[in-house]
């Protein structure tokens, strides 16, 4: 590397310690190995060496990824020439990645920047300076995977001995001093939800009783980072995984087994086996069997031309024994017959259908006579239904729902929207808004988008000059992609948090987002169904 001898050479000393432990001390991890690197700064005082006064110090973040702050400051201070030599205590404070640390060194190479180990000194310069360099992170990486394997084994017999190992809080408990404490109004919370899912007859049911009392998911505050995680209203998923955490009754679940744990139950023993058993019995394979051999509107579903509809379910294989997901729907006769065509809506989500004429029902009937069909089984409520409905047409913008009456039978008209997600109709109503509540869970895609656009945004606020076409190329990706993708940094808050909490319509999706965005909030909220 050559460097005008006048002139003298800007070292930036680099930073790092994985956990926080003692970072809070007066002098610490971080001092030490800076106070190492400015002597050795100082012993080439003769080559002009200078330390940099700006501090690139990365407390409690691994080397096995480059998402470090400290690290991307000291990126950008490099792509905008402010260093010449980057100075590290050992190799491993850099990155412990072959990967990441043949990415930093390209960047170092591009901008004619030097690396200095203190402890384990050589040039990047030379053929064999890079072999050293590559023998001493595959050490770096081989320990890193034994301390994986190590705080592995360490979390299991922990686990055994029923101590709380960390993660994300649940409902129901406080962590303080490493241990968890029951907080009894959230505790309170939790029966509520264990004893209102054996009164109800479905998710959806327990979903709208939640909403109603106002029961949302942990608040929370990170230790690491001192971020505010607020909680949110529950959807299937989340529901399904507290009802099933042995936590709550005393135990430490870990992976297939559970251990009696060091903290109090907050749920009684035999209530929490009542709602096992009453999960088993509705196991999701045995009801979508039963559903498509005995759909709730089976027999009253007709297209425009007296067509009939039939229950039918499909199946998706899932990773593991009791993972498939059954997807249950209504489909045209004719379309089975004929093929599919544009004439008619060919199938609709069953779910879907089932909740639009029972919510029709409710509110067309006397309210004495509605009450507790919500509780009745699916025969009963089959019953029920054809003791008030005739027969249901679906139409491309609306249903008639045609109901028994004592001078004949009256027709209301429910307009309506199907829109095509997950490869069936789903319902929405009139102005566009899905008709089931709290449908969707977490989408990765969704979220994997909006943590792009935010870091993507960070990088163009720190870098100076660069533009999205850099990002496009550094990504390798095409440039008109890298330009959607940012914009989700201008979507609402409220849409936002929506996609984070799991809870956004089912009918957002990525493509959805990558057209174009209304810039008024508004609009945009209106647009997606919020």
């Known amino acids: 590397m050559a460097k005008d001898d006048k002139k003298p050479i800007r070292c930036a000393i680099y930073t790092r310690k994985s956990s926080q432990e003692g970072l809070e001390q007066e002098f610490n991890s971080l001092d030490a190995q800076r106070e190492a690197a400015e002597a050795f700064i100082k012993s080439q005082k003769h080559e002009r060496w200078t330390p940099i006064t700006r501090h690139y110090d990365d407390g409690g973040f691994s080397g096995g990824s480059m998402d470090r702050p400290a690290l991307h400051e000291l990126i950008a201070d490099i792509k905008k020439g402010l260093v010449d030599v980057v100075v590290v205590y050992k190799v491993d404070r ?3 990645s ?112 939640l909403r109603e009392k106002r029961i949302c998911s942990k608040s929370w505050v990170s230790i690491r980072n001192g971020k505010q995680h607020v909680g949110g209203f529950y959807s299937k998923g989340m529901l399904y995984k507290l009802l099933h955490n042995r936590t709550y009754i005393g135990e430490m679940p870990h992976k297939e087994k559970s251990y009696p744990g060091e903290h109090a139950a907050i749920v009684d023993r035999e209530l929490f086996e009542k709602v096992r058993a009453k999960l088993s019995d509705n196991d999701l394979k045995n009801e979508d069997i039963e559903r498509q ?10 297209d425009n031309d007296g067509g009939s509809y039939s229950p039918a379910c499909s199946r998706r294989k899932g990773k593991k024994p009791g993972q498939d997901r059954f997807h249950r729907y209504y489909v045209s006769q004719k379309s089975l017959r004929e093929g599919y065509g544009d004439e008619n809506v060919n199938n ?74 997950g490869g069936k109709k789903i319902i929405l109503d009139a102005d566009g808004k899905d008709i089931i509540p709290a449908a969707s869970d977490k989408d ?52 936002k948090e929506a996609i984070i909490d799991g809870i956004q319509p089912r009918t957002l999706t990525l493509s959805r987002l990558m057209s174009d965005i209304p810039l008024v909030w508004d609009a945009q909220e209106r647009l997606y169904g919020f």
């Open 293 to 302: 051999t005995h759909g709730l509107l089976k027999g009253l579903l007709f």
């Open 444 to 495: 990765p895609a969704l979220i994997k988008a909006l943590v792009r656009a935010h870091r993507w945004r960070k990088t163009l606020d720190e870098s100076g000059g660069k533009d999205l076409k850099a990002i496009a190329a550094e990504e390798k990706m095409v440039d008109r992609y890298v330009e959607k993708i940012y914009r989700l940094n201008y979507l609402s808050p409220r849409i």
């Open 98 to 209: 072959l990967h990441d640390f043949a990415r930093l060194v390209e960047i170092f190479e591009k901008y004619d920047v030097s690396f200095v180990s203190v402890t384990q000194q050589f040039s990047t310069t030379t053929s064999m300076g890079k072999l050293t360099l590559n023998i001493l992170l595959s050490f770096a990486q081989f320990e890193r995977e034994v301390t994986g394997e190590r705080i592995r084994d360490k979390i299991a017999a922990s686990k055994q001995k029923g101590m709380w190992m960390g993660g994300v809080p649940i409902l129901g408990y406080d962590v303080k001093d490493k241990k968890l404490i029951v907080n009894a109004e959230e505790a309170e919370q939790v029966r509520v939800i264990f004893n209102d899912y054996l009164a109800s007859t479905s998710t959806i049911d327990l979903i709208r009783t």
């Open 94 to 96: 850099l990155s412990r």
């Open 348 to 421: 609709v989500r069953m779910d879907d259908m089932d909740e639009l004429v029972l919510e029709h029902l409710r509110k067309a009937l006397p309210q004495n006579v509605f009450k507790g069909v919500s509780k009745l089984a699916l025969r009963e409520k089959r019953e029920f239904i054809r003791q008030y409905v005739e027969r249901i047409v679906i139409h491309t913008g609306k249903v008639d729902v045609h109901l028994k009456a004592e001078d004949g039978t009256k027709v209301c008209a429910i307009p309506v929207q199907f829109r095509k997600h």
